[in-house]
C-alpha cells in the first residue's frame, strides 16, 4: 500500500474541538454513565471481576512452605439486590490446589461466603471500595495449580481464574528471600498496595530471609527501575542476620520517581551465594507533575497538539516556570476555566497511558506509535477491523471514525507488532 501524507487529518484542532465537547458535556454534570443498569439489580451482563495475589514464604517447618493469599472484589464489580435495608450482594470464592495438572489430586481447598450490605445506590457503584479476603496456607515445596472461583449468588455468574504457582523450598540455599509485599504503612494492619499516587515519599518492603548458618553476613541490594521513565532507586545495605528465618520491613524512598511501573527487586547474597525476588508498583500520575521527570514525561506527548512556541515555553525556564506554563497550556484551552482543563488534560493522558500500555512497541513508546498517534488524537476508533492473525499476508488494522467520517489502515510489514499508518483517508 502507498502512504498518503494526508496531514489535514492530524491537525489537533479537531482533537481539542471533539475534547472540548466531551468536557462541556462533563463540566454541565450531563455525562452519560459507562453502564447503566436497574437499581434493583446492576452489573447482570458483565462476569464478575477479582483481583489476586499469593506470596510465597518460608514456613516454621523447614520441610514446609506458605503461601499468603490476598483476593478482593471491588463493590462495583459484584451484584447488588434491592432490599428493605438497602443493598446487598452475596457471593462466594473458592481456592482449590491441586498437585497435577489435570486437577485430579486435590491438596488445600477453602471456601468463602460473602455477604455485604450498603445503604445507599451510590455505594454499589464503588470504584473505590473493596471487600478484601485473605487466606494462609501451607504446602512441601513444589509446583501447584491453583483454580480460584468466584460465584455471584445474585446473577448465578461464575469467574474462573486457572494459574501455575511454584511454592519454594527456602531451606535449600545458604541464603533465600521470600516473595516481596508492599504496604504504605510499616504495621501489621497495613493493607498491601501496587499503586501509589505520585507525590508518595516512601513505601514498606515486606519479607523474609533465610540463612543456613547463622550468625550471615548478608549484603542486600534492593532497587526499582522502570523501562518507560528514567529514573530509579538503588540502595545497599550490609547486615548481620541472626535468625536462621528473619522477617525485614524496609523503608523504601521513592519519592525521586516518576509516574510509571517499576520493577522492584531484592536481592541477598551471602558467601558468594545469591537469591533474589521481585516484585511491581505502579506510581500513578498525579494532577500536576511535581518532578522535572514527570514533567518532562507529561510534556512530550504534546507535541502532537502544541505549537513550537508553546513547546519552546514548556521545554525552557526553571522547573517552576515550565511546570506553570504546562497548566497555563491547558487554561489557554479551555478560556481559562480551570475545571474543564483539568477535565481535557485528565482525558489526553488517560489516552496517552492506554497508547503506552497497548501499542509500545522496542524502544518506542506506546504514545510515539502510528496507532498511539491516532488514539491520542481522535479516541477509541467505532470500529476495528482487525487482519493480526492472516497467513498469507502481513498483519494490519482497519480503523473507522464514523462520526469523524475517517479511515486509517495501519500495517506491521515485519510482523514484529510494529504497526505503521500507511493509508489514511475520508470516509463517503
Not at 492530524?10 to 458535556?25: D, E, N, Q, R, T
Not at 488534560?345 to 513508546?365: I, L, M
Amino acid at each position: 500500500m502507498k502512504k498518503q501524507n494526508n496531514k489535514s487529518l492530524f491537525k489537533p484542532l479537531l482533537f481539542l474541538s471533539a475534547a472540548l465537547l466531551g468536557v462541556s458535556i462533563l463540566v454541565s454534570g450531563c455525562a452519560p454513565s459507562m453502564r447503566s443498569f436497574a437499581p434493583d439489580l446492576k452489573n447482570t451482563l458483565f462476569l464478575p471481576r477479582f483481583g489476586f495475589f499469593i506470596i510465597n514464604y518460608p514456613s516454621v517447618d523447614s520441610d514446609s512452605s506458605r503461601g499468603d493469599l490476598y483476593a478482593r472484589l471491588r463493590y462495583d464489580d459484584v451484584a447488588f439486590v434491592h432490599t428493605d435495608s438497602g443493598f446487598s450482594a452475596h457471593y462466594q470464592f473458592s481456592v482449590n490446589i491441586f498437585s497435577n495438572k489435570d486437577l485430579s489430586d486435590l491438596k488445600y481447598t477453602k471456601i468463602f461466603n460473602r455477604q455485604l450490605s450498603v445503604p445507599t445506590y451510590a455505594e454499589t457503584n464503588s470504584t473505590t471500595m473493596y471487600d478484601t479476603l485473605e487466606d494462609k496456607m501451607t504446602l512441601p515445596p513444589g509446583n501447584y495449580y491453583v483454580v480460584l472461583k468466584l460465584y455471584d449468588f445474585n446473577t448465578t455468574h461464575t469467574s474462573t481464574r486457572e494459574f501455575e504457582h511454584s511454592f519454594k523450598d527456602f531451606h535449600q540455599d545458604p541464603v533465600n528471600v521470600s516473595d516481596v509485599l508492599l504496604y504504605r504503612h510499616s504495621h501489621q494492619t497495613g493493607v498491601p498496595v501496587s499503586r501509589v499516587k505520585s507525590g508518595v515519599d516512601s513505601l514498606i518492603a515486606k519479607f523474609f530471609v533465610t540463612a543456613k548458618t547463622i550468625p550471615a553476613n548478608i549484603s542486600m541490594h534492593v532497587n526499582a527501575r522502570s523501562a518507560q521513565v528514567p529514573t530509579a532507586m538503588d540502595t545497599t545495605f550490609e547486615l548481620t542476620q541472626i535468625n536462621n528465618v528473619q522477617l525485614y520491613r524496609l523503608p523504601i524512598e521513592i519519592s525521586g520517581l516518576a509516574p510509571g511501573t517499576y520493577a522492584f527487586e531484592v536481592s541477598v547474597k551471602e558467601n558468594g551465594k545469591t537469591n533474589s525476588s521481585q516484585a511491581t508498583f505502579e506510581i500513578l500520575r498525579g494532577k500536576v507533575p511535581l518532578l522535572p521527570a514527570e514533567l518532562d514525561q507529561a510534556i512530550a506527548p504534546l507535541a502532537y497538539i502544541a505549537n513550537s512556541n508553546e513547546l519552546d515555553s514548556l521545554k525552557e525556564g526553571s522547573f517552576e516556570e515550565r511546570q506553570k506554563s504546562f497548566l497555563d497550556f491547558w487554561l489557554a484551552r479551555t478560556d481559562g476555566n480551570k475545571e474543564a482543563a483539568e477535565a481535557m488534560r485528565d482525558e489526553f493522558y488517560r489516552r496517552v497511558d492506554f497508547a503506552n500500555e497497548h501499542f509500545a512497541g522496542g524502544p518506542q513508546k506506546g504514545w510515539q506509535s502510528d496507532r498511539g498517534r491516532i488514539y491520542i488524537l481522535y479516541g477509541p476508533p467505532d470500529e476495528v477491523d482487525d487482519h493480526s492473525n492472516n497467513f498469507n499476508s502481513p498483519p494490519y488494522q482497519i480503523w473507522y471514525y464514523y462520526s469523524l467520517r475517517l479511515e486509517f489502515v495501519f500495517l506491521d510489514e515485519f510482523g514484529t507488532g510494529n504497526y505503521q499508518l500507511v493509508q489514511s483517508s475520508q470516509l463517503q
